[in-house]
């Protein structure tokens, strides 16, 4: 996964999206999904610019303080950061609209969300290294699989986000695969999470 930590310093928006994020120093705090995602998925279809980010997806852990307004007043502080859509999550609280058990990480709220190639996640460290990190191996994503969660089976859910978000659209190679009841198929997602990856632009 080097190459994507080195896509992501790359692209300048995605770096000054990073530093504003880096900026609040929120405990456990990524930017997900469709920012790491999109970019993958660009790189290979070998678009020359990136697709517009319809929204920037901010994850953070912090069960001292569950107030959703405090959301709402991140999401204004980065936006007097630089003017995008952001959306502002603290997962210790997302398990009830959810209706999961109590997360105990944003990787584990992570590992929960409908697709395994959108729960990806990016941060900036001290050191200005880029850190990718996901609760799944990721084996199908530069292969431009779209894979529901064998962990969270919503077939009805995967193929509507499918129809909303009009991937097959933009992506052309996208390979959609089957949204069945994988309950009795399931991987080794415990493996998935202990083999997480972690890389940095010089690893």
Same mark, same amino acid.
């Given at each position: 996964m080097h190459r994507l930590s080195h896509w992501i310093a790359e692209d300048s928006l995605r770096s000054q999206?990073?530093?504003?994020?880096?900026?609040?120093h929120l405990p456990d705090a990524w930017v997900a999904a469709g920012f790491v995602r999109n970019l993958v998925w660009d790189r290979l279809h070998e678009y020359k610019t990136?697709?517009? +980010?319809?929204?920037?997806?901010?994850?953070?852990?912090?069960?001292?303080c569950i107030d959703p307004e405090r959301d709402a007043a991140l999401e204004r502080q980065l936006k007097a950061c630089i003017a995008l859509p952001w959306s502002v999550k603290n997962q210790a609280r997302m398990h009830t609209r959810n209706g999961d058990l109590p997360y105990h990480s944003s990787l584990d709220a992570m590992?929960?969300?409908v697709e395994v190639e959108t729960a990806l996640a990016a941060r900036l460290l001290p050191t200005g290294q880029v850190e990718i990190a996901s609760p799944f191996t990721q084996a199908g994503l530069f292969n431009l699989y779209v894979? !529901?969660? !064998? =962990? @969270?089976? =919503? !077939?009805e859910a995967f193929r509507q986000r499918q129809r909303e978000k009009g991937w097959a659209r933009?992506?052309? =190679? +996208?390979?959609? +695969?089957?949204?069945?009841?994988? @309950? +009795?198929?399931?991987?080794d997602l415990e493996s998935? @999470? =202990?083999?997480?990856?972690?890389?940095?632009n010089n690893s």
């Amino acid at each position: 996964m080097h190459r994507l930590s080195h896509w992501i310093a790359e692209d300048s928006l995605r770096s000054q999206i990073l530093t504003c994020v880096a900026g609040l120093h929120l405990p456990d705090a990524w930017v997900a999904a469709g920012f790491v995602r999109n970019l993958v998925w660009d790189r290979l279809h070998e678009y020359k610019t990136s697709t517009p +980010l319809t929204d920037i997806d901010v994850i953070y852990f912090d069960s001292a303080c569950i107030d959703p307004e405090r959301d709402a007043a991140l999401e204004r502080q980065l936006k007097a950061c630089i003017a995008l859509p952001w959306s502002v999550k603290n997962q210790a609280r997302m398990h009830t609209r959810n209706g999961d058990l109590p997360y105990h990480s944003s990787l584990d709220a992570m590992s929960y969300w409908v697709e395994v190639e959108t729960a990806l996640a990016a941060r900036l460290l001290p050191t200005g290294q880029v850190e990718i990190a996901s609760p799944f191996t990721q084996a199908g994503l530069f292969n431009l699989y779209v894979t !529901p969660n !064998p =962990k @969270r089976c =919503k !077939p009805e859910a995967f193929r509507q986000r499918q129809r909303e978000k009009g991937w097959a659209r933009q992506w052309s =190679k +996208l390979q959609f +695969l089957p949204a069945v009841d994988m @309950r +009795l198929n399931q991987p080794d997602l415990e493996s998935d @999470r =202990k083999n997480c990856f972690s890389n940095s632009n010089n690893s």
